[in-house]
């Protein structure tokens, strides 16, 4: 039991002050039924005040452990994957069992080796050409692991620019070898594959997520799934498009982030300094194959992410993050009038620190920043209080281009 689960919590409404769309406010503290009245009296802020600690004010540093633990929301499991990266059976340098040992070495739930279709340079040594033996050695090893394996390609063309899609959960691996990259996208259809856009801003003329005509087609044929946010290929310089992010909103296909490794992960992502490959975050109902794919074609998905300028980042849709957010971080927030000062208490049960600006009347005050470590912490710093709730944008979630989220709490006067 954490020290949350014995209060009563009441979700504080819609952010229509700040002009946001849908969605509820933060679960907040208030004495329920059963509590006796000096309880009532005393707040459970004001019980903690004694273990209080100064949270201090500096630059948020990756602090996600291997194996970072997320939590789950309503009826969903929030599971670890990573859904594109090569072994040898394309240009990658590992064979497919060592990519199974490094996803549990760092904690993945989920795993598909997608391994590319048209580029093999490794083939003159090996004696089989089967496009499914990767999955096929891979798979003992994910069972005995309990890992997630999900049977998939990567559909390389690259006249007149690169056109790479993953195919997952293929059942027939040598039905996606076809002469036109259109045939080969709708034989993975045909085997009902959850298909997505691979880094869209690599191979193209210039430099940036590049759009091409099929592209329509296929999201008007349905065959189109996800789009890949955030490309880890070249490792801590790994590639974000929040571009890509707003088509993946518009167009309502699922975001995802993956690394897209060729060489060994721990040569990729620096570990030492809190870097880690790109996850998909997947808010799946069960952790089974079947579980995973209900998620991603329901569009479940959000983006684990270490920027490292920036630190550690959760990016996805508004729908799907504000619910994670708030089953993450509990607070409670008490303003002493006199003092002009708001007190809060806070769970934080996501891996990570949190970095938190306050938003009064609709502005964002720079001064009033709160870093929120993981587990629990108190903060104080002052302010007027004008609205009846308080809010703040969330630095770490970011759902848009320039958008990060907003939190609303309920304020307990004092
Ligand atoms: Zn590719
Ligand atoms: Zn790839």
Redesign the pocket.
């Known amino acids: 039991m954490n020290r949350f689960s014995r209060r009563r919590f009441l979700n504080t409404g819609m952010l229509s002050a700040l002009g946001v769309a849908g969605g509820a406010g933060l679960n907040i503290w208030l004495p329920s039924a059963e509590t006796t009245n000096s309880e009532k009296l005393k707040s459970p802020l004001l019980a903690e005040k004694e273990k209080k600690i100064k949270i201090p004010r500096r630059q948020v540093r990756g602090t996600a452990p291997i194996n970072a633990q997320f939590p789950n929301f309503g009826e969903r499991l929030t599971l670890k994957a990573d859904l594109h990266l090569h072994s040898v059976f394309s240009d990658g340098d590992l064979w497919p069992e060592a990519r199974v040992e490094e996803a549990v070495r760092e904690g993945l739930d989920v795993l598909c080796i997608s391994d ?1 279709i048209e580029v093999q340079p490794h083939q003159k040594e090996f004696i089989s050409s089967d496009l499914s033996r990767g999955y096929e050695l891979a798979a003992p090893r994910a069972e005995k692991e309990n890992l997630v394996l999900i049977p998939g390609l ?1 559909i ?1 063309r690259m006249e007149p620019y ?1 056109k ?1 899609l993953n195919a997952l959960f293929l059942k027939n691996f040598s039905a996606l070898k076809k002469d036109k990259f259109r045939d080969a996208v709708y034989a993975a259809a045909e085997q009902e594959c959850f298909i997505f856009w ?2 869209p801003a ?1 191979g193209q003329k210039e430099p940036k997520a590049t759009w091409y005509p099929e592209m329509d087609e296929f999201l008007d044929a349905g065959v189109l799934n996800g789009f890949e946010v955030v490309n880890g290929f070249e490792g801590n310089a790994s590639d974000c498009q929040l571009d890509v992010l707003e088509w993946a909103l518009q167009y309502k296909v699922a975001p995802l982030g993956n690394s ?1 490794a060729h060489k060994a992960i721990p040569y990729l992502f620096d570990w030492s300094s809190g870097g880690h490959r790109p996850m998909t975050l997947i808010f799946a109902k069960e952790r089974t194959l079947a579980g995973v794919r209900e998620a991603l074609f329901g569009g479940n998905t959000a983006i684990y992410y270490y920027d490292y300028d920036r630190g550690e980042r959760i990016i996805g849709s508004r729908e799907q993050l504000y619910p994670f957010f708030q089953s993450g971080l509990k607070c409670e927030f008490k303003f002493f009038k006199q003092k002009g000062m708001l007190e809060g208490l806070l769970w934080n049960s996501f891996p990570f620190e949190l970095k938190m600006k306050q938003i009064l009347s609709g502005q964002i005050q720079e001064e009033n920043v709160i870093y929120v470590p993981p587990g629990e912490s108190t903060c104080e710093f002052k302010s007027v209080v004008l609205e009846n709730n308080l809010y703040f944008e969330v630095e770490n979630f970011v759902i848009g281009k320039g958008k990060n989220l907003i939190a609303e709490y309920e304020i307990i006067l004092s």
């Open positions: 590319h990567e390389t690169a790479h691979n880094h690599w897209d």
